[in-house]
Structure formats: C-alpha cells, structure tokens
C-alpha cells in the first residue's frame, strides 16, 4: 500500500473529535497488469491467486475482534468467509484512533469496514462487466465472485483482481439491508481458535527474536518513590546476567539469557529507594479522605426538579467500592529491538499508536521510526491501555544495544500498575404517602482517572464520568453530582471504569427504595421506566425492553427451588442497555450464584457466539470483583501480589450464565463491558432477599 500524507488521510473523512475513519481509501495508484493486487482502501486485499486479506486494526484480547470486524467487511464484500485471512495492523495513520477499549472496536469501525467491502464489491462487479462486456445490471456479486447469470459466467475476486485496481474508487457505494445479510449475525467460529488450543498463537509473552535477553526490573515499591543508589554486585555475579542498569527514576533493570536467570539477579539487587511522599499512605486513609470531601460542592452530571422541597419520607445510605486490579492473565510484556535509527517492539497492546509515540520520545526517535507490532494479549481489562511496560522494553534494549524482551511477573503486575479507584457514594430519597418515591439524589465521591491523567474537566465535569454515570430513571426530583478528588495511587480504566462503581450504589439504592415502599424491586423500575422517550440521552423504552425480558427468562416472581433467592440490576453504559438477574443461594453465610440471566440490547449483533461469550466472561469478572476483589494500601504499597491473595472465580463457583439479546437492525453499539456494572447490585439485591442484610461495601466477602 502506497503512503499516505496527513493531507490526504484529514482530507478521507475522518470523522472530527472522535478518530473514526468513515470512508477512507488510500490514494488511488494505476495498476501495472492483471498480477497485481487489488487493495481498494486500507482495510483490504486481494491478490490474484484469490487470497482475501482483511486488515484488523483493533486489539484482540480475547473478545472476538479478529472474528467479528472481518465478517462485516466480508458481508459487505459478498465473499466466501472460508477464503478470508487476517492481518493485525500495527501502529498506523490510515484508520484514525486504534485505540482498543471503551467497547469500541465494532461500534467505531462499522461504518468504516461496511463501506470498505461494500467500495470493493462494486469496483469487482465493474471489472467484470468490462471484462465480459456486459451491463453491470446483468452482474451479481457473491459468494467470492462474479456471475452473470444471462450467459452463465462466473469470474472469482481473484481472476478480477486486476482488472479492479485501475477503476475509479466509489465514494459512497451502496450498503445492503439487514434482511440480505448473511455472514453478519451468525455464529462465525473464531479464526483464531484452532491456534489457540493448539498452542501455535503467539501472545507477546510469546515472542521469541534471535540472539535475544531477557529482562526484568526492580521497581519503586512505594507509589511516587524513586532510585536513589544501587549495588549490582551480587546480581552480576549471577550466571548469565549480562548488563544491570538504572531505567529512569524508579527502576534498575537486569538482564540476562534467560528469564530465570535475569530474576535471580533480581532477587540479589540491593536497591536503596527514596520513598518519597507517600511512604505513609493506607487504603483506610483514603476512603476516610473519601468520606471528608463528601461535604464539598460537586459538579452536576444530572438535575431535574428540586430534591431539597420534596415532601415525604427520607431514607439514605452510603456505599463504598475499594481500589481494585485489573488482574489479565497474562502479565506485562513486550519484545523491542533498537537499532540506532529505528527500533522495533512486538506488545500486547491496547494503544499501539500511544506506545509508538511514547517509546520514540523516551528513545529520542520520530514516530515514524518505530514500528509497532500487535500481538495476541492474554486479557486487558483496560492494562494494556497503559504502555509502559512496552516503553520499558525499548529503553533497555537500547541500553544494552540489541533485542531483549521484558517481562514482568504476576506480583509486578499487581503491585505497579494502575488501578480502578476507590469511591464513597450518598444516596438519598424522598417518598410519598403511597410509597412512591418522588426524589431521588446521588453523590459520586470519587477521584478521576481523565484528570489525573491530565485530561481536561471542562466546568469542573468529567465527560467520561457523566456518560458512565447514566440515570435512565424518571423521578420528578433527581440530582447526580460528581464530588472530584485526588489521590497519589495512580488510576487506570478498568472493564466498566466508572459504570460499575455508580450502578452498584445506585441500582443497589433503588432496591432499598422498592423496599422501604413496599414495592417488588421489578415493579418499582418498570414505573420508572414507563414513560417511553429520551432522558438524558438514554431511551426508556430499551432499558425496560431488556428488564422485561431478563425477568422472564429468570422466572422473576416465581416459585424458585428451595432457599433460592433472586435479585435483578439493570444499567445503561457505552450506547447500549444491559439487566441481570442472580439467582443464588446462603452456604454458610456466603453467597452461592447458581444461575445469571443476562440481557443485552446492543443493537446489530455482528456474532452471537462472541457476544455470548462475551456475556459469560463479563459476568465471572464481575463476580470476582463484588465477592473478593480488593486492593489493599499499606505504607505506600500494594500489599496484594497474586492470585493467593486476589483471588479469582474459581471454575467450581462460576454459575451458569444464560445470555440473551433484543433483536435489532440499529447500529452496534458497546457490549463488552456491559454484563459487568449490573452484577454486583443484582447479587447483593439477592443477598438483600435472602438474609434482610443490606450490603453496602464490596468486596462481599471482605
């Protein structure tokens, strides 16, 4: 594919503020003959001897990308899926922000990929017409190739190829309806499970280069601490260990031929660390500075009424959420190898084009000097939208002059990352004399992750906390503010971010309210929910549609098995529509979750199979995180290190998870973080039905 300035990628359509390629195509560029290859826009390929290459430029961290943006395309395309491959884009300027996260991939790149096969499959069907000298009317695309059905000839993608790569490329080709689709919304196996299960898929922890070393690093134990002298001796007198070096302020690395041997030299390292200003810091300290500032004026993310002069009953509570780990499976990684003038890194990464720019900085190169390549990640959860470890790898290997891959272990992982951060919330309501309620208030008492970050809070708000704060509720009176604060524990975007800390204090809240009503919990939503229209840009009709549903799949008011229990959560985050209801039983005073019924309302599923997995694997990481997952902070250190001590669903806890979802032709919106933010109210709603116990702390069990 030929470069493309920035002129001509601004002047392609990106769609402005919010980094979406919306009909781009590269430059067009005369072909040379029938053997070249047909490549009409970044995102496709086809080569004569009919090999259909499609470009992934989202992350594949398990949640089905480089499945489900390659059935669009291939829709659009009409090809045969069995002849599709896959590529990975690396960091690049042709397809806006690459960024993986918010449950994005499909939603951002819908239109993009629609258009992309739809361009080439009228670019095919042309050079056909031209090829038999027919009318393009005669001429039907599908299925891979070229028919005409009038004479009964039939030319493959491949055969046109060619032929295709000296036509005009169309701007704006026609789409095809839903009621014709037939790759997208069926249950596409994954491409890249057989290599999965047979060990051939290489994930950056992986990656192998020639002649490489292996790293590891002794990083600041206490949050903002620094290097302040180090003595290597004993680390080099380890077998094997080749180089020990300071790495910015706050780490030394050691290098060696193995990964053993470079911890080993580790675990002999005698570093002398300034702790600096948060050598006292406790995770008890923080949530009482939490509860301190709950006092303070808060930024309004929602106001309608006045909650002050209603009139009626009053209850509240307050609810707290700790500093939580995003814990993936596969810790930090990332393989680099500079080369004076360029450099190289192989990185599960969820921010390629963040981590090209970061490294070239830290190195002293231009962007366009280093090349990023995205590999399979073990689990992100949000960690690999940070780089660091991937910084990290260019650095030492252009300390050490050659290709070294970093690696960092399960404890470096929990105890020097970023994390969810702890919140305090106050709820307040306001009932009539019929047990109605006719206010309703809730204060977030937070940090922000944008902020610290150093993104802007225009007037004070947190954009991305307003959205994730959804109130889809009508109450006369109702009040949302954001009470910002700080903290030194450094924050990171984590599956849900701020949905699952606002949803579990308030739909939690909202049972109390059912309760101190006397009101049945799915009642009292539905009433809620009963005026069709949008509220705060957010349509109450397709939150009640998968409450419903949830509730009639679960059996929602009929008999259960006995010492069964329900409890039903429902939320609205990243454009779509989420409920769920727990079915649990009390083993010795601890919850037991048999059964999650979950209900989505995404709009266009693109692959049923991956968005039931998607649903299954949201509800055992939300479950994880309301019964155990908790970041503690003494003395200005993490004092969890694995999975000893933070512990995960284990297999014999996970319940059965029934997935469902409303049908619909609207555009995809997110789906990957959805099952999480109602889960832990749902549970603790049944929790509430079962023992007449309000919890109002996570994690439940401590």
Request: glycine letters at 10%; one cysteine or more; proline letters at 6%.
């Amino acid at each position: 594919m030929s470069p493309v300035s920035r002129r001509e990628f601004l002047g392609a359509g990106v769609a402005a503020g919010a980094g979406l390629v919306i009909g781009f195509y590269l430059p067009h560029r005369s072909s040379g003959g029938n053997g070249d290859a047909f490549a009409p826009n970044a995102y496709l390929k086809i080569t004569p001897d009919n090999r259909v290459t499609v470009v992934v430029a989202r992350s594949e961290m398990g949640q089905g990308v480089r499945t489900s943006l390659p059935m669009i395309l291939a829709e659009e395309l009409e090809a045969d899926w069995k002849q599709i491959t896959i590529e990975q884009a690396g960091a690049s300027t042709l397809y806006g922000d690459q960024t993986t996260g918010g449950s994005a991939s499909v939603r951002s790149t819908w239109d993009p990929m629609r258009k992309a096969g739809a361009a080439a499959r009228e670019m095919l069907i042309t050079a056909a017409a031209l090829e038999w000298g027919v009318s393009r009317t005669g001429c039907k695309a599908e299925n891979g190739a070229v028919t005409h059905a009038a004479s009964n000839r039939r030319l493959t993608y491949g055969q046109l190829a060619g032929r295709a790569a000296i036509l005009p490329i169309p701007t704006d080709p026609p789409l095809k309806p839903a009621k014709d689709y037939k790759i997208v919304g069926t249950r596409v196996g994954r491409v890249d499970t057989l290599s999965k299960t047979n060990g051939t898929a290489d994930y950056g922890i992986d990656f192998r280069l020639p002649n490489i070393k292996y790293a590891v690093l002794a990083r600041r134990p206490v949050f903002g601490g620094k290097v302040a002298s180090f003595d290597d001796h004993d680390a080099k007198q380890v077998p094997g260990v080749s180089y020990v070096g300071k790495i910015g302020d706050s780490a030394v690395a050691v290098v060696a031929d193995s990964t053993w041997n470079a911890l080993e030299g580790r675990r002999l390292l005698n570093v002398t660390w300034d702790e600096g200003p948060n050598k006292d810091l406790t995770s008890a300290a923080t949530m009482d500075s939490l509860k301190q500032s709950s006092s303070k004026k808060g930024a309004t993310l929602y106001s309608v009424g006045n909650v002050s002069k209603a009139v009626g009953r009053r209850i509240q509570a307050a609810y707290e959420l700790p500093f939580m780990a995003h814990a993936p499976m596969e810790p930090g990684n990332s393989t680099a190898h500079y080369q004076r003038s360029k450099c190289e890194i192989w990185s599960p990464t969820q921010v390629p084009q963040d981590l090209r720019d970061s490294a070239a900085q830290a190195i002293g190169l231009e962007p366009d000097q280093v090349k990023i390549n995205v590999t399979l990640m073990g689990g992100g959860f949000g960690r690999r939208l940070e780089h660091d470890y991937g910084v990290e790898a260019a650095l030492v290997s252009k300390a050490i002059g050659g290709p070294v891959k970093v690696q960092w272990t399960r404890e470096d992982d929990m105890r020097n990352s970023t994390y969810r951060p702890a919140s305090y919330h106050q709820l307040r309501a306001v009932l009539d004399s019929q047990g109605w309620p006719v206010a309703f208030s809730h204060r977030i008492i937070m940090p922000s992750i944008n902020v610290q970050k150093g993104f802007p809070a225009e007037g004070g708000i947190d954009a991305e906390v307003k959205e994730e704060a959804s109130f889809v509720y009508s109450f006369p009176n109702a009040s949302v503010e954001h009470v910002m604060t700080e903290t030194p524990v450094p924050l990171g975007w984590m599956r849900a971010v701020n949905a699952l800390q606002v949803a579990f204090a308030s739909e939690s809240f909202i049972d109390e309210i059912a309760a101190a009503g006397g009101k049945d919990p799915l009642e009292l939503r539905l009433r809620l929910l009963s005026a069709d229209g949008s509220l705060n840009g957010w349509h109450t009709e397709r939150m009640r549609g998968v409450l419903q549903l949830a509730a009639e799949k679960a059996g929602w008011g009929k008999p259960l098995a006995a010492w069964h229990y329900h409890g039903i959560a429902c939320f609205a985050c990243f454009n779509s529509y989420m409920a769920e209801v727990v079915e649990i039983s009390m083993e010795n005073n601890r919850p037991r979750v048999h059964r999650v019924v979950g209900v989505i309302d995404c709009g266009q599923v693109v692959n049923p199979n991956i968005l039931e997995q998607q649903i299954q694997g949201g509800v055992n990481f939300a479950l994880t995180n309301a019964l155990r997952a908790k970041i503690t902070i003494d003395k200005g250190r993490v004092v969890q290190g694995n999975f000893d001590d933070y512990e995960p669903v284990r297999m014999s806890e996970a319940p059965t998870v029934e997935a469902y979802f409303v049908p619909s032709t609207e555009s995809p919106t997110g789906a990957g973080e959805l099952p999480v933010p109602p889960l832990a109210p749902a549970l603790c709603n049944a929790i509430y039905a079962a023992t007449k116990k309000r919890i109002r702390a996570l994690p439940i069990l401590g």
